[in-house]
DNA sequence: TCAGCGCATGACAACGCTGTCAAGTTGATT
DNA sequence: AATCAACTTGACAGCGTTGTCATGCGCTGA
C-alpha cells in the first residue's frame, strides 16, 4: 500500500488518521493508492499500536427488542461515519460478578467507550469498574446518582408529569399507575412526574391504585387485573411503558370495558404494538435512536472526561384512540 | 503476569490457549496466577499475533426488531461460552456496494466468521465477496442455491405445508395468501409448501388469492384489503410473517369480519405481538436464537470448509384463538 | 553406554500499525 | 547571505500476543 502512493507507511498513516501537516498532494496520491486497492487499516494493529481501538461496546441488560434494536441503530450509525465498530454484549446486571465481566471486557477489547443502558447505567459496581479502569461510558437514562459520568436522558418526570396533567384536564379523577421494574431509575423519576401532576391540581392520588410492574406485558396483565378489579376502580390507568399497557388493556378486554369510553389507558415507548393494537395506544415517544447516536459520538469524541456532559433529549407525546384523542379504528397511518 | 506466575510469556500462551505438552504443575500456577491477577489476553494483540481473532460479525438488513434480537442473543451467547465476541453490523442490502462494506470489515477486523441473515444470506455478490476473501461464514435461512457455504434454517416449505393442510382439514377451501419479501429465499419456499398443501388435497388454489407482501405490517394492510374485499373473499388468509398477518387482522376488524369465526388468520414467526393481539394469533415458531447459536459454534469450530455442514432445526406450530383453535384472551385490534 | 525420541519450556521474530524523533526542505526574517 | 521557524517526510521502536525453532531433560531400547 505505501509501496503503491510512493510514500513512507507512516505518511500513510497520517493520511488515514487525517493528521495535519501532510502536502495535499502527497494526501491526494495515497487516498487514490487506498481507492484502487481497497485498502482498510487493520482494526487489531491500530488498537496495539495507539491509543485507539476504534470499538465501542453497547451493554444492555434489558428484555425489550425494540428498545434495544432501537438503541443499537443509533449506536451503529454514528459508528458508522465514525468509522467506528459496534460491539454488543448482553449481561445478566443481577449476575454475582457484573463488574468483573464488565471489566475483563474492556481489558480484552480496550474498547474506546462503553455505552451502558437500564438497568446496567445505574449498577454502582459497574460504574466503580469502570472508573477504576479509566473507560469512558456513558449512561443511558440513568436513574441513580445522575451526576456520574456522561448522561444522555430524556425528562422521564416531566414526560409523565405532562401526560398524566392532560389525563387529570381530561377529567379522571382516579388514575391507576403501573410502576416500572424497580431497579430501572426512570421507574422511579416517572413516579415522580405522575405525584406532581396530582400536586399541582390539589389531588391525592388513591395508595391502592399505584401498583408493582416489571415492564413485562405479564407483569402489566397482573396490575390490570389488580386495579381493574378493584370496587372503585379508576377511570385511567397510566402504565410505566407500553408492554405493561397492553398488560392492562387486555384485562381491560377480558372484563369488557370499552376503550376509551370506559377506560383510558397511556404507555410510554411507542413501540411498533402501540400502533397496531385497538384502540391504538396512547404513549410517549423517547427518541432511542437518537439518544445511542449522541451516547456513541459523546464516546467517540472523547467528550466524557472532566466536563462530563449531560445531555437530555426532547421526548413526544403521541396521542391515540385509547384516550379518546386519535382515531379509533382503522390502522389510520 | 508471566513473571508472576514465574514461567515465560509463551508458556502463559499455552496454558490460555489449551495446548497441549505443559506440564499440570506449570498449568495449575499460570491459571492461579491469572486468576489473582485478572489476566485476560488482549483480543488485538492475538488477532494480530495468531490466525484468530476471536470475533464474529453478526449481519443483518432485518426490520424486525424480534428477530434480530433473538438471533443476537443466540449468537451472543455461543461466542461467550466460546470466548468470542460478537460485533453488528447493520447493511442495506439494497445499496450499490455492500459487497464492498462486507469486504472491508473482513479485512479490518480479521473477523473469524460471519453470519448471513436474510435477506443477506441470498445476495450472491456478498457471497462471491466473501469466497475471494476465504472468509468463513454460515448463512442463515438462505433461499437461493442452498449448497452454497454452509447454512443453518428450518424447513420453511414443510412449516407452511403442515399448517396449510390443517386449515384444509378445518374445513377452509378458499385460503388467501400473502406473500413475504421476494428477496427473501423464505419467501419461496413457503409458497411452495402452500401449493404443495393444496395438492395433497386435489384442491386448486385461487390465483387472485396470492398477493404480494413485504413482511412488514403496512404491506399486510395492502393486503388484507385486497383479500377482505374481494366479492368472493377467503374463508382463512395464511400471511408469511406475523407482522403482516396483524395487518391483516387490523383489515378484518375494519371490515367488522369476526375471527375465528368469519376468518382464521395464520402467521409465521411467533413474534412477542402475536400473543399480545386478539384472537391471539396461530403461527409458527422459528427458534431463532437456537438457529443462530448455532451457526456461531459452527463458526467458532471451523466447520464451515470443504464438507458445508447443512443444518435443519425443527420448527413449532402453534395454535391459537385466530384460527379457534387456543385461548381467546388478550388486546383487541 | 549411547543414540534416539518425546515432552516441556523458552528465545526470538513476526503481526500491521502508531508515537517519537530526527532529517530534510521551504520561505520568511535579519 | 545567514538564521530560524514551520512544515513535510521517513526511520525506527514498540504495542501484546502467537508461530517457529532451539534447547534441555528423562526415558527407551540396542
Same mark, same amino acid.
Given at each position: /500500500? ?38 482498510? $487499516?487493520?482494526?487489531? %494493529? ?11 461496546? *453497547? ?19 454514528? =459508528? ?18 457484573? !463488574? ?26 459497574? *460504574?466503580?469498574?469502570?472508573?477504576? *479502569? ?22 422521564? =418526570? ?7 396533567? /392532560? ?14 421494574? $424497580? ?16 400536586? !399541582? #391540581? ?13 415492564? +413485562? ?11 381493574? !378489579? ?9 402504565? =410505566? ?7 392492562? /388493556? ?8 370499552? /376503550? ?32 445511542? %447516536? ?8 472523547? %467528550? ?11 421526548? !413526544?407525546?403521541?396521542?391515540?384512540? +385509547?384516550?379518546?384523542?386519535? $382515531?379509533?379504528?382503522?390502522?389510520? #397511518?
Amino acid at each position: /500500500m505505501a509501496h503503491t502512493a510512493g510514500v513512507s507507511i507512516k505518511t500513510v498513516s497520517r493520511v488515514l488518521n487525517r493528521e495535519r501537516n501532510v502536502s495535499p498532494e502527497t494526501r491526494a496520491h495515497v487516498l487514490a493508492a487506498a481507492a484502487s486497492l481497497n485498502y482498510t $487499516p487493520n482494526v487489531s %494493529a491500530r488498537s496495539l499500536a495507539g491509543a485507539r481501538s476504534y470499538l465501542i461496546a *453497547l451493554l444492555y441488560d434489558n428484555p425489550s427488542a425494540a428498545y434495544i434494536a432501537d438503541l443499537q441503530a443509533g449506536a451503529f450509525s454514528a =459508528c458508522r461515519t465514525g468509522g467506528y465498530h459496534l460491539v454488543v454484549e448482553p449481561f445478566d446486571s443481577t449476575g454475582p460478578a457484573v !463488574e468483573q465481566a464488565v471489566a475483563d471486557l474492556v481489558v480484552k477489547l480496550r474498547t474506546d467507550g462503553l455505552i451502558l443502558t437500564p438497568p446496567l447505567s445505574d449498577n454502582p459496581a459497574v *460504574l466503580d469498574a469502570l472508573d477504576r *479502569l479509566a473507560a469512558p461510558y456513558i449512561r443511558i437514562a440513568p436513574g441513580a446518582s445522575p451526576e456520574r459520568g456522561a448522561t444522555v436522558s430524556i425528562d422521564d =418526570c416531566g414526560a409523565t408529569l405532562e401526560l398524566t396533567r /392532560m389525563l387529570i384536564r381530561d377529567g379522571h379523577r382516579r388514575i391507576g399507575f403501573v410502576e416500572g421494574h $424497580p431497579e430501572h431509575g426512570a421507574s422511579r423519576m416517572r413516579r415522580e412526574g405522575f405525584l406532581a401532576a396530582h400536586r !399541582e #391540581f390539589g389531588l391525592a392520588p388513591d395508595p391502592e391504585l399505584i401498583v408493582p410492574g416489571q415492564f +413485562s406485558f405479564l407483569s402489566g396483565v397482573d396490575a390490570g387485573s389488580r386495579l381493574l !378489579e378493584h370496587e372503585d376502580r379508576p377511570s385511567a390507568v397510566f402504565a =410505566c411503558n407500553d408492554d405493561m399497557a397492553l398488560g392492562v /388493556m387486555s384485562v381491560a378486554n377480558r372484563l369488557g370495558l370499552s /376503550m376509551p369510553a370506559q377506560l383510558s389507558v397511556v404507555g410510554f415507548d411507542d413501540t411498533p404494538t402501540a400502533r397496531v393494537v385497538w384502540p391504538q395506544l396512547t404513549t410517549i415517544r423517547q427518541p432511542v435512536s437518537e439518544m445511542a %447516536a449522541s451516547a456513541t459520538q459523546m464516546l467517540i469524541e472523547g %467528550a466524557t472526561g472532566e466536563k462530563a456532559e449531560h445531555r437530555q433529549l426532547d421526548f !413526544e407525546i403521541i396521542l391515540r384512540g +385509547s384516550t379518546g384523542h386519535g $382515531p379509533y379504528l382503522g390502522v389510520g #397511518f
